[in-house]
């Protein structure tokens, strides 16, 4: 990677852990599923004048939006509401670990020692965590942020069987579906959207924007880009700084305290996800 594709690289966790803490602030003002049927819909219509429809993979689409955004999201969001942001931020990460998992089982993927031993250490930075005194009554939050890093692993292995199309155009048109479904399930499992909508501050519509603009249509992008013109194994240990930008701005914003235990914890989830998410072997061959 030379010193561009570096600064790019870091844009992702940068925008994607401020999006995070954000979200949460927005979320005391709309629903999750509405406030993220707002931010996919608006990042749709952005990207999908830059693609053309991928006829004869709109039904597969259709099912990964379900799966990957609005049931991800759905799960991961309403964790979130009952979490510190920096908690959440952090129990995202086992993304990672568990996409590797399930390669292993579902794809029939090889998973050697190092990776073994990295998913190991990063479940038990999760208990480590789920073990702080203040999160003693936000279990079922935990619960609804890690069955989401399930789904979202799940939703990667669907988004792999699509190697014709662009990262680009799979993000554009899972939006452009993703919003509509969204806003049909904020209608039957969530309440308030119109008074939410019409007593919305300016710093609100602010934060929608940030989300949908910043976050998903330029994060998104430029980690796509990435993806296109690096080797992955180089581009997936940025995502390990995406807790530091989150635990930083909800320290700013939300006075969050970051204790011992969520540091030991941490450390071990990100020690375990550098270890599944790196290719060693490479780099052995090189030695």
Not at 3 to 15: E, G, M, S
Not at 88 to 95: D, F, H, Y
Not at 159 to 177: F, P, Y
Request: glycine share 8%.
């Amino acid at each position: 990677m030379n010193t561009k594709h570096i600064l790019l690289a870091l844009i992702v966790p940068i925008t994607w852990g401020i999006g995070f803490t954000l979200a949460k602030i927005g979320m005391e003002q709309f629903p999750p599923l509405l406030l993220m049927s707002m931010r996919f819909g608006i990042a749709g219509l952005i990207i999908v004048w830059f693609t053309k429809p991928p006829w004869g993979h709109m039904r597969y689409i259709f099912v990964v939006a379900v799966v990957g955004s609005t049931l991800q999201y759905g799960l991961t969001y309403n964790g979130l509401r009952g979490l510190d942001a920096s908690t959440a931020a952090i129990l995202v990460q086992l993304e990672a670990p568990i996409l590797a998992l399930l390669g292993a089982i579902i794809l029939k993927e090889k998973v050697g020692w190092d990776k073994a031993i990295g998913m190991s250490l990063a479940f038990v930075g999760v208990f480590v965590i789920s073990g702080e005194p203040r999160l003693e009554g936000s279990l079922d939050s935990v619960a609804l942020v890690l069955t989401g890093a399930v789904i979202w692993a799940l939703a990667q292995i669907m988004v792999s069987k699509l190697k014709s199309l662009s990262g680009i155009t799979i993000l554009a048109w899972v939006s452009v579906m993703a919003a509509p479904q969204m806003i049909l399930a904020s209608f039957i499992f969530e309440n308030g959207q119109v008074q939410s909508i019409l007593s919305a501050t300016l710093v609100d519509w602010s934060i929608v924007l940030y989300l949908a603009i910043v976050m998903t249509a330029l994060g998104y992008t430029v980690w796509y880009h990435l993806l296109r013109v690096c080797e992955v194994s180089k581009v997936s240990p940025f995502l390990m700084l995406l807790p530091v930008s989150s635990i930083a701005t909800g320290m700013l914003l939300l006075d969050e305290v970051f204790t011992i235990s969520m540091a030991i914890g941490g450390a071990l989830v990100f020690v375990g996800v550098g270890a599944t998410i790196v290719n060693w072997r490479p780099l052995r061959s090189r030695q």
